[in-house]
Nanobody
Framework: QVQLVESGGGLVQAGGSVRLSCEVS????????MGWFRQAPGKEREFVAA????????TYADSVKGRFTISRDNAKNTVYLQMNSLKPEDTAVYYC?????????????WGQGTQVTVSS
């Protein structure tokens, strides 16, 4: 069973930085692209960033481009999300997810989420 465990969330002031981590169990982590998503209160979950299996390709939502950086360490089975210049509208529960190898453009395993709250 694959497990994803996020950490690193918390309360931060606007303009500050936070780094989220997501550790993934299993030996096949390096075979999968990974993504970060977020869900704010009363809103639908939205895509934040994704990274290819080897870290060679990344994509970002327009709302975070230039402020957030996704990266991964395959030796540690961990994917990161560095969030800089945070805004109150970045407040949300952040989830990491593993992209499916079977069904295109879907994610098959999800973490439990970590709360990030940005105060103004």
């Amino acid at each position: 069973q694959v497990q994803l465990v996020e950490s690193g969330g918390g309360l931060v002031q606007a303009g500050g930085s936070v780094r989220l981590s997501c550790e993934v169990s299993g030996r096949t982590f390096r075979s999968y692209a990974m993504g970060w998503f977020r869900q704010a209160p009363g809103k639908e979950r939205e895509f934040v960033a994704a990274i290819s299996w080897n870290g060679g390709s990344t994509t970002y939502a327009d709302s975070v481009k230039g402020r957030f950086t996704i990266s991964r360490d395959n030796a540690k089975n961990t994917v990161y999300l560095q969030m800089n210049s945070l805004k109150p509208e970045d407040t949300a529960v952040y989830y990491c997810a593993r992209r499916s190898l079977i069904v295109a453009d879907t994610y098959d395993y999800w973490g439990q989420g970590t709360q990030v709250t940005v105060s103004s």
